[in-house]
């Protein structure tokens, strides 16, 4: 299949990602100007949070914020209403004429969504500093809302520690493709990455790691740097940024990783693994590796303790708690695992993963919130209130779904970013962990399986992209991994699937790209040529 090439960029007239779910091409053009104002119809703080981003956004290009007016004038004006008969939560309808830009939106959410729909039509040069005095925006009439509410990206930043500037600038590019949720990655084995006071040494000791592989985990003989290497959030610094992904109507999910994943915690707390006498290190290649928390009450009452840290810093429903990739080794040969499988009467390591998730949960529902973990959650029966994020293939949601329980679709398929984007693999691009996942594959993808029942396929609630950073110890580089195959995902979570269309998404990508061009992202370029 041919692709279209950086030479052919075209302007194209509704370059709009995701593609709207009825968008009427009308005749005609707006001209903002600094003479236009903003009118609102209903002065609630989070509505004027929307627009607020709007007039900043002029200001920035034009040195000209958009004025709010407390009348509504018939020209060059930007009329912002809330409006009930729109049925979607995430619903909105945009209407752009020669006099006059109409949004209404079921809630502030929405209207934050049209003016990413709005933007999208400005001219890219509205993206930078710029002597733009003023610029048309073509007319049209969309009405909008999302297929799925879920519409999720994971940033790993435990394997490589990423400034808190980059983390902005990430959630300011997922919000301008209308992603709602950035699930934050914040422990493992090669890092802890969160500020906990009652525990110092998680950002004293497992934070750092004495050094880093050189090239592939798969290399032989393995290879290091010799430099030490880490970094931490400060809770204050997680606050702010927390409330900058609010004004942008995004929800941060924390990840802390349990059962296994946990090598950084226990170097700094080893009474927490099953044989505290043993030289637990902050490892320094990447794996699933054997030393997991142990399954005793100080291991409980550690995580509570962290839990409830976290939950003061991240208001979400949900918390992640990992539960992937947790060997059963060191249960196995933990006298202490094995009685509490006899005292609880449990039938092996995999029910007793099922017990420590459950425990967690029921914590985690006591404070008001809900779990999410990766699909190995489900071995030995899954907790009672969890959501699965399905990652080994769809297998797991499935059989989630089938039981009743909420499903994020995560395919290693289709949706692992971390992945090469040609045929050439390592001998043709930066080094990454393997596979190959072209925009066009991710694009492909539908998040629900056609093996459930209309009813099954209900509790899908979205899908999310994942970002591991094993081989990504930058943020040009994330950003290199992630654009343009986050425009893909924002398309197959937000867009109807029979509206889907890759050659139309090309032809819109092509142009509104051209953002990202003035934002100064590294995208690749690599979905412009047949690889």
């Not at 020209?75 to 049925?87: C, E, Q, R």
């Not at 395919?411 to 043709?428: E, F, N």
């Amino acid at each position: 299949m041919l692709h279209l090439r950086a030479s052919a960029q075209e302007k194209y007239r509704y370059a709009i990602i995701p593609k709207p779910v009825k968008l009427e091409e009308r005749e005609g053009e707006f001209t903002l100007n600094k003479k236009t104002t903003i009118y609102l119809s209903s002065a609630t703080a989070d509505l004027k949070k929307a627009t607020d981003f709007l007039s900043d956004l002029v200001r920035n290009a034009t040195g000209n914020p958009l004025m709010y007016t407390d009348k509504a004038a018939k020209k060059n004006s930007i009329h912002v209403s809330l409006d009930s008969s729109i049925t979607h939560q995430e619903g909105y309808e945009l209407t752009v004429s020669s006099k006059s830009i109409q949004i209404k939106a079921k809630t502030p959410a929405g209207a934050f969504l049209a003016v990413q729909s709005l933007r999208q039509l400005f001219p890219a040069d509205i993206e930078a500093s710029t002597n733009l005095k003023r610029f048309t925006i073509p007319a049209v009439h969309i009405q909008d809302e999302p297929r799925f509410a879920y519409r999720g990206v994971m940033l790993d930043v435990a394997r490589h520690f990423m400034p808190l500037n980059f983390i902005k600038k990430y959630i300011d590019l997922l919000a301008f493709y209308k992603i709602n949720t950035f699930h934050f990655h914040l422990t493992e084995d090669q890092g802890w990455r969160i500020e906990i006071k009652k525990y110092p040494k998680l950002q004293q000791v497992g934070a750092w790691r004495k050094e880093t592989l050189i090239g592939h985990n798969n290399d032989k003989p393995r290879q290091y740097d010799g430099k030490r290497y880490g970094g931490y959030y400060t809770q204050e610094e997680l606050k702010e940024l927390v409330k900058y992904a609010q004004d942008r109507f995004i929800t941060i999910i924390p990840e802390i990783e349990m059962p296994g994943h946990s090598q950084a915690a226990l170097a700094a707390y080893p009474e927490l693994g099953c044989s505290p006498d043993a030289n637990y290190e902050v490892a320094t290649h990447w794996g699933i590796f054997k030393d997991i928390y142990c399954p005793n009450e100080a291991t409980f009452t550690f995580l509570e303790d962290v839990l409830t840290e976290v939950m003061a810093i991240f208001p979400s429903k949900y918390i992640h708690i990992g539960g992937d990739e947790a060997p059963k080794d060191a249960w196995k040969k933990s006298a202490y695992a094995q009685e509490v499988i006899k005292r609880e009467g449990l039938k092996d390591e995999h029910e007793l993963q099922s017990y420590f998730i459950q425990r967690m949960e029921k914590f985690l529902n006591s404070k008001g919130r809900s779990i999410i973990g990766w699909d190995e959650i489900l071995e030995g029966g899954l907790a009672p209130n969890a959501t699965v994020m399905s990652w080994r293939g769809e297998k797991g949601g499935i059989a989630a779904a089938k039981q009743g329980h909420k499903v994020i679709m995560s395919p290693s398929s289709h949706l692992y970013i971390d992945s090469y984007q040609t045929k050439a693999g390592r001998k043709g691009e930066p080094l990454a962990i393997g596979r190959y996942l072209p925009l066009e594959k991710v694009y492909s993808y539908n998040p629900v399986p056609k093996s459930l029942t209309p009813e099954e396929g209900k509790l899908v609630l979205g899908a999310q992209a994942n970002l591991w950073t094993e081989y990504i110890p930058t943020s040009d580089h994330a950003e290199f991994m992630s654009f343009p195959r986050i425009c893909a995902l924002a398309e197959i979570t937000w867009t109807p699937l029979a509206q889907k269309n890759y050659q139309d998404f090309l032809k819109r990508l092509n142009s509104n790209i051209q953002h990202l061009d003035k934002l100064k992202v590294n995208y690749s370029k690599y979905y412009q040529s047949t690889p």
